[in-house]
């Protein structure tokens, strides 16, 4: 098992920025890929950014340009780099970690943090 801790949530102005950090409870073994989701209130969870095993990045078309995901394997922990905030990122930000399970029929499985609050505004 492995257990993910999200900080580094808060009060933030728009224009600002945040970093949020997760922290894996040990090394994460068959790594697919490590993500950040966002649950904005009443909403869906939704997809903002993803870092492969290989390093490779994707972000959702609203965060473009403006926040990077970026991960330390040597302390377990994936960040997410986030500038020039607007007030609809405002939300819960999810920490997700997927690995591969099984041998003969692998399979993904997902991983997920307790979340922590990002709210923007003056």
């Known amino acids: 098992q492995v257990q993910l801790v999200e900080s580094g949530g808060g009060l933030v102005q728009p224009g600002g920025s945040l970093r949020l950090s997760c922290a894996a409870s040990?090394?994460?073994?068959?790594?697919?890929?490590m993500a950040w989701y966002l649950q904005a209130p009443g909403k869906q969870r939704e997809l903002v950014a993803t870092?492969?095993?290989?390093?490779?990045?994707n972000y959702a078309d609203s965060v473009k340009g403006r926040f990077a995901i970026s991960r330390d394997d040597a302390k377990n922990t994936v960040y997410l780099q986030m500038n020039s905030v607007k007030p609809e990122d405002t939300a819960v930000y999810y920490c997700?970690?997927?690995?591969?399970?099984?041998?003969?029929?692998?399979?993904?499985?997902?991983?997920w943090g307790q979340g922590t609050q990002v709210t923007v505004s003056s």
């Open positions: 870092i492969s095993n290989d390093d490779s990045t």
């Open positions: 040990r090394r994460v073994l068959r790594l697919h890929s």
């Open positions: 997700n970690v997927k690995v591969w399970r099984g041998v003969m029929a692998p399979s993904l499985y997902d991983y």
